[in-house]
């Protein structure tokens, strides 16, 4: 499975982006991270095909949602009150197993990632 992630891009603060990943083939979840500059990768989304069940990070509830577009097997991640700790590349990853909730925010619950989009939020 390849995953492409695009829709990245530069936005003021309190602006809104849309990321895509497309993937390839059948993927069971989809999850978004993001590594900031000198910081480790985080996670930020996750959702879990077969029930659109989603999990999110403290630092974006309420602000991004995660969606599918189940046909195009394709994801989403709306970003909305962007702020510039927000600034990032954005990475989208697919499983291909049976996750369970409580895995969605691991890293290493996925095997497939895509290459990443820059995200910069300016204030």
């Known amino acids: 499975v390849q995953l492409q992630a695009s829709g990245g891009g530069l936005v003021q603060l309190g602006g809104s982006l849309r990321l895509s990943c497309a993937a390839s083939?059948?993927?069971?979840?989809m999850g978004w991270f993001r590594q900031a500059p000198g910081k480790e990768r985080e996670f930020v989304a996750a959702i879990r095909w077969r029930d659109r069940y989603t999990v999110y990070a403290d630092s974006v509830k309420g602000r991004f949602t995660i969606s599918r577009d189940g046909a195009q097997n394709t994801g989403y991640l709306q970003m909305n009150d962007l702020k510039p700790d927000d600034t990032a590349i954005y990475y989208c990853?697919?499983?291909?197993?049976?996750?369970?909730?409580?895995?969605?925010?691991?890293?290493?619950?996925?095997?497939?990632w895509g290459q990443g989009t820059l995200v910069t939020v300016s204030s």
């Open positions: 990853a697919g499983n291909t197993g049976s996750p369970i909730v409580s895995s969605l925010p691991v890293t290493s619950t996925y095997n497939y």
């Open positions: 083939g059948r993927t069971s979840a």
